[in-house]
């Protein structure tokens, strides 16, 4: 049975940091594609960051609100993906969620609010 569990969630000061964790089980983690999607309120979910995955290592991108404040990394090992969320804004609250997918299977965490107060 897969799961993913994610942790993190919290109130931030803007100009604060959070680093939010996605541990995974049930699955062979490092072969997942991990993106991260958050979802404002009153609005649609959207993509923030994603991961190629790979045993070696993937190649990370970004959408533009998030890049070079949000890091996206991953740890094989652990079977854990983090999102590291710096300088944050009001515009950043939010539930967040992971999600890894591998073809047509695609498995999401179960959301953790992150608010940063205006």
């Known amino acids: 049975q897969v799961q993913l569990a994610e942790s993190g969630r919290g109130l931030v000061q803007p100009g604060g940091s959070l680093r939010l964790s996605c541990a995974a089980s049930g699955i062979i983690f490092s072969t997942y594609v991990m993106d991260w999607y958050r979802q404002p309120p009153g609005k649609q979910r959207e993509w923030v960051a994603g991961?190629?995955?790979?045993?070696?290592?993937?190649?990370?991108n970004y959408a533009d609100s998030v890049r070079g404040r949000f890091t996206t990394s991953r740890d094989n090992a652990k079977n854990t993906g983090y999102l590291q969320m710096n300088n944050l804004k009001p515009d950043d609250t939010a539930v967040y969620y992971c999600r890894l997918l591998l073809g047509a299977n695609a498995y999401w965490g179960q959301g953790t609010q992150v608010t940063v107060p205006s």
């Open positions: 991961d190629s995955g790979g045993i070696s290592g993937g190649y990370t």
